[in-house]
């Protein structure tokens, strides 16, 4: 059957074979048919995307897409929506306020933008993050102003997979390595966490996890739209597979992981005090303050 639904889409193709499977449709091997030939585009469209019970030679059949009742390709049913007496145009994605907004939903499209803007701010501060007269401190310091800060933008809103956490950590610890002066063959034996220590930052997964939480506090004891937002029950019927996470299941899996489970997030001092005590808890470093690895300057040469 295989080879018969090749064969046929390559005749397709070819101005030689495609009239000499106009006039008749495809079967396979048993001998049922299991696609039909559309006049208007030219194409085998597969018996399930056809939308008939039973196949026959139809001469002028014409598939949904020739007809104009198919969905357009991108999925989006609409082009504008009309909102009072303004029309909006329906777009795949925009930016809202630095932070990049999908239809699709996720936050794929917003961590590549993010990760473009932090190798930008990277580029630009590259004679003071190599600078030998600076202490590794001053220059993890002023990394994690400028650069961490551009990467990181909205990050407290995103529902974060492992593909997106790996594509964030992978990029952070490029830029790390490269103001270590880490050379390409030491790369396979040089850990990330002496880097870390060495520049005086936190995991990356740390920080994505201390700004949810903060923010998911801050969600819980707003009275507005954003708390309106979080308890909202999404109506309809569910495909198939696993659903992906939502925030609200990210920032509880946080609380678990973190034992906050008990905090209670509506006293604000209590919720921060948590949050901050269990970060320092979880990370590396003592605590924020500056350690005693390699604080001194590396003479210039």
């Not at 101005?15 to 208007?40: A, H, L, Q």
């Not at 001469?59 to 198919?70: I, M, N, Y």
């Not at 795949?92 to 699709?104: E, I, K, P, R, V």
């Not at 004679?127 to 990050?155: E, W």
């Given at each position: 059957?295989?080879?018969?639904?090749?064969?046929?889409?390559?005749?397709?193709?070819?101005?030689?074979?495609?009239?000499?499977?106009?006039?008749?449709?495809?079967?396979?091997?048993?001998?049922?048919?299991?696609?039909?030939?559309?006049?208007?585009?030219?194409?085998?469209?597969?018996k399930k995307c056809s939308g008939l019970?039973?196949?026959?030679?139809?001469?002028?059949?014409?598939?949904?897409?020739?007809?104009?009742?198919?969905?357009?390709?991108?999925?989006?049913?609409?082009?504008?929506?009309?909102?009072?007496?303004?029309?909006?145009?329906?777009?795949?994605?925009?930016?809202?306020?630095?932070?990049?907004?999908?239809?699709?939903?996720?936050?794929?499209?917003?961590?590549?933008?993010?990760?473009?803007?932090?190798?930008?701010?990277?580029?630009?501060?590259?004679?003071?993050?190599?600078?030998?007269?600076?202490?590794?401190?001053?220059?993890?310091?002023?990394?994690?102003?400028?650069?961490?800060?551009?990467?990181?933008?909205?990050?407290?809103?995103?529902?974060?997979?492992?593909?997106?956490?790996?594509?964030?950590?992978?990029?952070?610890?490029?830029?790390?390595?490269?103001?270590?002066?880490?050379?390409?063959?030491?790369?396979?034996?040089?850990?990330?966490?002496?880097?870390?220590?060495?520049?005086?930052?936190?995991?990356?997964?740390?920080?994505?996890?201390?700004?949810?939480?903060?923010w998911y506090g801050h969600v819980e004891?707003?009275?507005?739209?954003?708390?309106?937002?979080?308890?909202?029950?999404?109506?309809?019927?569910?495909?198939?597979?696993?659903?992906?996470?939502?925030?609200?299941?990210?920032?509880?899996?946080?609380?678990?992981?973190?034992?906050?489970?008990?905090?209670?997030?509506?006293?604000?001092?209590?919720?921060?005090?948590?949050v901050r005590s269990a970060m320092r808890?979880?990370?590396?470093?003592?605590?924020?303050?500056?350690?005693?690895?390699?604080?001194?300057?590396?003479?210039?040469?």
């Open positions: 059957m295989l080879y018969r639904l090749s064969f046929s889409y390559c005749s397709h193709n070819l101005d030689s074979g495609t009239d000499d499977f106009e006039d008749r449709n495809n079967f396979d091997e048993s001998g049922r048919c299991n696609s039909i030939f559309c006049k208007g585009c030219k194409k085998w469209v597969h019970k039973r196949l026959t030679k139809d001469s002028d059949f014409k598939c949904s897409r020739c007809q104009g009742t198919a969905r357009p390709i991108d999925g989006r049913p609409q082009s504008e929506v009309q909102v009072g007496s303004d029309k909006l145009d329906v777009v795949a994605s925009f930016c809202y306020l630095g932070d990049m907004l999908s239809a699709a939903g996720g936050c794929d499209l917003a961590t590549t933008t993010r990760v473009k803007t932090a190798w930008k701010k990277f580029k630009e501060l590259l004679p003071v993050l190599l600078s030998r007269h600076l202490s590794y401190k001053t220059r993890g310091h002023v990394y994690s102003t400028c650069v961490r800060s551009a990467m990181l933008h909205a990050s407290e809103t995103w529902p974060l997979t492992k593909p997106n956490l790996q594509r964030l950590q992978r990029n952070d610890r490029a830029m790390i390595r490269q103001i270590c002066n880490v050379k390409p063959e030491d790369v396979a034996t040089t850990m990330s966490n002496e880097l870390l220590t060495l520049l005086g930052l936190e995991d990356l997964n740390l920080i994505l996890k201390e700004r949810r939480l903060r004891r707003s009275s507005g739209a954003i708390k309106t937002a979080l308890d909202m029950q999404v109506t309809g019927s569910r495909g198939k597979g696993r659903p992906r996470m939502t925030w609200k299941q990210v920032t509880e899996r946080d609380r678990k992981d973190w034992k906050l489970s008990t905090t209670d997030p509506h006293d604000r001092n209590t919720w921060r005090s948590g808890a979880a990370s590396q470093l003592p605590g924020r303050g500056s350690t005693d690895v390699d604080v001194a300057p590396v003479p210039a040469r």
